[in-house]
């Protein structure tokens, strides 16, 4: 069985708005005022929670430290949670082309970054928990991406096997997932960058998840 193992945010959908509204809530919380701008910042919401408290953390000034992050990130969790859906949408054709593949025999999986709880919230608020055979967060194991284990359970757990799957991604940590898994890797065209993440060289570039289904089939004859 070929499976194909999907990213969430910023592959599937864009999560960017909510998250960045997130950690600027979580900063109002300790009397800071906004940092973090959902246009300019895209790039660094997509790179995660900490990744975009680090930023806004930086931009108000020196001095801050991991423990500074550790301590904001529960209250940037709970902002998220409470406000997951407002402005994330799954990217045009995402839905269709998982369909797509599923109909041609392929299963289908989800790996990321979030933690697995707040991942199976918003797939269930954008109505796709049933177009994948299983979703493996940032605290289902011990280890997250770019470990490879997260991403060979998300196979698994889809009923495949991961010397015959593909992992679509976003971002250096997909790209580093792949290759420590041994398994191809496509990069989406459609984010901050747009056909700039070539410069991390993936097997295929997506530019538009109509053009999956045809890839998928070539990577994984
Ligand atoms: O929340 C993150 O750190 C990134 O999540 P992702 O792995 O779904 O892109
Ligand atoms: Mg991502």
């Known amino acids: 069985m070929r499976t194909v193992v999907f ?52 931009r108000i000034g020196p001095g801050w430290t991991e423990a500074d992050i550790d301590a904001h990130f529960p209250v940037f969790l709970q902002a998220y949670a409470g406000a997951i859906d407002v402005t994330t949408r799954l990217y045009p054709g995402a839905v269709g082309a998982v369909e797509a593949l599923r109909s041609a025999g392929f299963t289908t999986a989800i790996c990321t970054n979030k933690p697995e709880g707040l991942a199976r919230t918003l797939c269930q608020r954008l109505g796709i928990t049933d177009l994948f055979g299983a979703l493996v967060g940032a605290d289902t194991l011990p280890v997250r991406k770019p470990d490879p284990a997260p991403y060979r359970a998300a196979v698994q757990g889809a009923g ?16 580093d997932t792949a290759r420590a898994a041994g398994v191809p890797v496509v990069l989406v065209a459609f984010g901050p960058e747009g056909a700039g993440v070539a410069r991390l060289a993936p097997d295929a570039l997506l530019a538009h998840y109509d053009d999956l289904p045809a890839l998928a089939g070539r990577l994984l004859p």
């Open 7 to 58: 990213d969430l945010d910023g592959t599937l959908a864009d999560t960017s708005g909510d998250l960045i509204a997130a950690a600027n809530a979580c900063l109002a919380t300790a009397g800071h005022p906004p940092q973090l701008d959902p246009a300019q910042d895209m790039l660094t919401a997509f790179a995660g929670g900490r990744a975009m408290l680090r930023l806004a953390l930086s």
């Open 160 to 175: 495949g096997d991961p010397s015959r799957s593909i992992l679509i991604g976003d971002t250096v940590t997909d790209r």
